[in-house]
């Protein structure tokens, strides 16, 4: 398999730290060059040539200095000024060794209007540049003064008319305004001086502050990046594929695992481009194959495996060598791990989701495909009679293993590590299946695990909101495959939780499918599985909004039902307490097309679960 | 002196928690009722009768609850709907004994434009809840379909015509369109139902993600409630003064501090609108005349008095009776106190910034003021001679000691607690007072602080910005006196900062004032004092922006020296390293009007801190 990796780019504002930890993490990520903040160099205390050196040490280039502002204007002492200010900035350019200078287009009150002046502007600071072995690439910011949009900074770059000028596009800039980025194909290749990529989600705020703010990784926010990318690979464009994304978050989290988020990226966005026929394929391998949910683990709390039986579920094998038993109802499979770290922040001991099997048609393509982009492969400790599975760990430390259950197809079963048990099966109380599983993802990983998943499971987001839960607002997005076989919830807190936070730290769920879940919560419920007591006020208001029957608000009422509706149709739900620290479980039926994940009644369900911990009185 | 309260009251909304956390905390606080926001009751396991009950044992009304949304409707079977939904929130109110609800315009598609038909539903509805005693106050949202200003919801208030029927008035949906609410005072008294009060920072977003997140309480923003009130109180309102704040820092922040700041908040804008001449004053003293810093106290560490002897501050007293030194120069005054606790987060032992005393007119006066207004009046231990000091507590833990450097006139003078020492005086390098303390707040107080200061101080907001720092983007607000005699500047992380951390934790500072700052920091560097590197690169890109005289430039770099300009004059300074784990000192040198507090080079700054923080190679 041929495979061909662009070279690749970060802009050291997507980092945090100072200079020394934003090179230092670019190369650990393995990114081929930077491009170099202005702001980020005066603070440090090394000379660009110093600079300069340090980058070469790192097997870094430094393929943007960046940026030049406001530098034409319709005075001509201000505009010989700023031609001072341009010969430092390119003085530092030849201490670091960097030959191109991104120039914004001007927001400054004494920007030129006059398409003929600025052209002339532009030509002498090209000129100037030229002198010094530097090119410029010129910019149009979407709140500009007067050149806004690509097309209009390409035609200053036409009229300027000098060979050290050049254009600098930026996905963020074109797609924010709606542009189309079609006729990029067009532009001539040798004025293709330097690409800069950046996502972005859709934002009702002014373009400033979605700009300098909420910018994303490509994948991870809305922004179709491969139809921005291709005209431009189209158009000839062979530099590096760089990536300038200003986010809060990102500015303030380990800039290492912010460097290898940013490098998935790029590697995606190449292969998804590649895919619609431009460009080549840095990954090689398409998305797997992936038909639903082998297994999920968890760590063994002591509350678990009576809940489980409770629910219905049959203790049917044992791991050959380590402390785990296999549990299984229908097409859902529990391993409950008592040898297990639990993970989660402050939670304690107790249970929780260790990992998650995922069949595929080919683990070691998976495997192979997750390690492309950079997923951290865990090095496995595997008995000789063992299956060897391929495991990954996603950004919340959940373990991701590639596997098959069934014995037909290529690699191993992982069901073959498990001796079966000799004990009678319990009564099944109806569950089918898992429908998906909800993981608190880490604050400032709530974007990398986006992209995670949307790359290296190929899921793709089917929801993404927020909600008020009583503790603060919690952010939502879900993943799955087309086929709905595979979902993943995902949430965390819009403000990372201070000192006062009594809620359920860091939550965790299974949703167990099943067709009837009254039938199945009752026969639970009968055989003493924990439900969840759930208000009054909320039947009451359930009754009013929705108008069924008195009988099921009966039995709603009895067992603790949610039930939320959309337009393709019903998500009825019965949850369990707590079992240990964090975890619960949820039966769940689904009707129609309901695509949700229950985050309607998620503040309810939140209060309830709070409330079942306080002491009782 | 008369007073008079308002009836005060809080949405649950404002706060964070369950119902029940919720309503503790507006009755720890002192409120007179609550509105509750019907997600909060629906996830409480009391029915409503017992909630009404729990408001009655702690003291408060139920003002209102809220809210019945998009209840008009131009499809007829939808609009029967929509009354029984009314209906079932009749039955909860019974319960609860409320016998006002909020109905918001509505936002849905089959809203109803047609005036008349709008005012023949909503007298419909009103005649449904006339039946059970209820009354129906209508708000136009900001962002309703139809009806999204408060005069068009005045108009079908007139029309729908019924005595059930009046207004609720949100001060955020007249304010953030703009509409002038003077014209409110021709409103009949007998139909202002209720009124909602939020304060908000002018943002640039869509006014439903303003309103959703971004709501303030009154003096934390920059709507001017005083001129929204006015004219409420005019026309002859005479319910509750109501909080309806949705904030995403307060949902997720102790909501008894939260409920605190939230009176203030009231008290402060009644006593505004009083000094308008409109209503009644319930902190009746006005804003205390403080004219400048008394002195700052620092907890000791062990560089900070080798510190400021280099420094030229003189050791010209010992406290009676507590481990205190006084450090003075010109009108900068020094309290070093070995005893103290050195607080901050995460930050270990050191100095640190423990109190301010501030220079008032009236003590007692300025101490009962501050009480009045919530402020945390702390237990004081004075020995049989010593000054009776009045010391509140700020939101950051910083106390505030109202007090007199001066014999004359009223209260004790604290300096009368020193002792003179019988030393020579270290010969002084230029420094005449201070300028300002620069404070970083707690993630979850920084707008509490905001307020506290502008209403316990009276001082008022002359800076409000964010700036990006190497690990991540800084909040900035800055307060002062009109003369500028007092200034506190407030930082605060735009969020809250997670494992990967490397900056100092809560950085502090005293920034002292001096004639020539050059001068001042060559004599304290000959001196000894611990004066902070700065890169060359810093002084380099400065010689390209303001075109400095060569001369300078090399002593700037030499010593260290930061320099920023406004519109008004130039701002030049010099830091010293860390003295211990977060504080350090700045020597400032204001020219014309400047009014900023160096956070354009703060970035280089806290990078330089840092760096001197790192082991020496």
Known sequence: MSRETPRLSLATVCLSGTL????DAAAVAGFDGVEIFAPDLVADPLPPAGIGARCRDLGLSIDLYQPLRDIDSTDPDRFAANLRRAEATFDVMAGLGA???????????????????????????????????IRIAYEALAWGRHVNTWDASWRAVQAGDHPALGL??????????GSDPAPIAGVERDKLFFLQLADARELSMDVLSWSRHHRLFPGQGGFDLPRFLAPVLRAGYTGPLSLEVFNDVFRQADPVRTAVDARRSLLALAEATAHRGVGTDPVGTGPPALTGPAFVELAAGPELGRALRALGFSRTGVHRTKQVERYEQGDARLLVNAGADTGGSGSGTGSAIVALGLESADPAASARRAARLCAPLLPRSTGPDEADLAEVSAPDGTSLFFCRTAPDGPGPVWSHDFVAVDEPPVPGTGITGIDHVGLTQPYDAFDEAVLFHRSVLGLDTVADGEFAAPFGLIRSRALADPARRIRIALTVSLLRRGGWSPAVADPQYVALACDDVVATATAARDAGAPLLAVPANYHDDLAARLELPDATMAAYRELGVFHERDGGGDLIGVCTELLGGRLFLILVQRTGTHDGHGWADAPVRMAAHRRSRLPRA
Chains 1, 2 share one sequence.
């Open 20 to 23: 020394e930890d934003k090179l």
């Open 99 to 133: 030959d191109t200078v991104l120039v914004c287009s001007s927001v400054a009150p004494d920007a030129v209007a006059d398409p003929d002046r600025l052209a002339g502007q532009l030509h002498t600071l090209a000129g100037r540049a030229h002198e010094r072995g």
């Open 168 to 177: 600098c596009l930026d996905s963020f800039h074109v797609l924010a305004r």
